[in-house]
């Protein structure tokens, strides 16, 4: 069946650093694939999604491109600041009579300090 | 514009008994999907439910069920707990479909089972 994988985490970075959070998938096909992120005592928010190979998602400075010859979505930024400090899920989803199902990565943590 | 309502944000129970959830999704949504957030298997699907109907169903016992109202507005019961029905359930909604369209999470309702 899908699956997502994470790089394990905990990340600690000092402000400013560079971040990358690695992601990869297991699927049959290209799905649509998604970076969500949750701070603490919240839901998930939707970062950023794309929906095809070599499509490129971004928000808020973060960037992540779809690569459908690795499998891989990692996530990017090229500056941390300490609001970022969240768990990260990377995800996959199909169309088709695959509703609302999401398929998530574990989650990795990060904690940016000043 | 509100976003997804999930009631109650805590809740304890005991072996045995049974639970309702309560969801309200963004004004317009019609599509509710509901998760469950554990330390140990992190997040899984539940189900889908769209203008009343279940259209997807994960991997979960029968013990849990949902239903969907008219309204859009959601619940999920679970019967005869178990300790590791421990957990934070998360709903989303989005407008229709939600395998092309961001899905909007709620900030959970966490069941603690003693």
């Known amino acids: 069946g899908d699956s997502v994988t994470q790089m394990e985490g905990p990340v600690t970075l000092s402000e400013e650093a560079f971040l990358t959070i690695n992601c990869t998938y297991t699927a049959t096909g290209y799905p649509s694939l998604f970076w969500y992120v949750q701070y603490p005592g919240e839901g998930l928010q939707l970062l950023l999604k794309?929906?095809?190979?070599?499509d490129k998602g971004s928000n808020k400075g973060f960037e992540a491109t779809y690569r459908k010859e690795t499998t891989s979505f990692h996530l990017e930024k090229g500056s941390v600041q300490v609001s970022d400090s969240a768990v990260y899920f990377c995800?996959?989803?199909?169309?088709?009579?695959?509703?609302?199902?999401?398929?998530f990565g574990q989650g990795t943590i990060l904690t940016v300090h000043p | 514009k509100a976003g997804v309502t999930q009631t109650p944000r805590y809740l304890i129970k005991t072996r045995g008994q049974q639970v309702t959830l309560s969801c309200s999704p963004i004004s317009g949504h019609r599509s509710v999907s509901w998760y469950q957030q554990t330390p140990g298997q992190g997040l899984q699907f539940l189900f889908e439910y769209f203008s009343e109907t279940q259209r997807n169903k994960g991997n979960f016992p029968g013990r849990f069920s949902g239903r969907q109202f008219s309204n859009s507005r959601s619940e999920m019961n679970v019967s005869t707990l178990e300790l590791g029905d421990s957990a934070l359930y998360l709903c989303?909604?989005?407008?229709?479909?939600?395998?092309?369209?961001?899905?909007?999470f709620g900030d959970g309702t966490r069941l603690s089972i003693l």
């Open positions: 989303a909604s989005s407008l229709s479909d939600p395998s092309n369209q961001p899905q909007h």
């Open positions: 794309a929906t095809k190979a070599d």
């Open positions: 995800a996959l989803s199909w169309g088709g009579t695959s509703y609302g199902k999401l398929t």
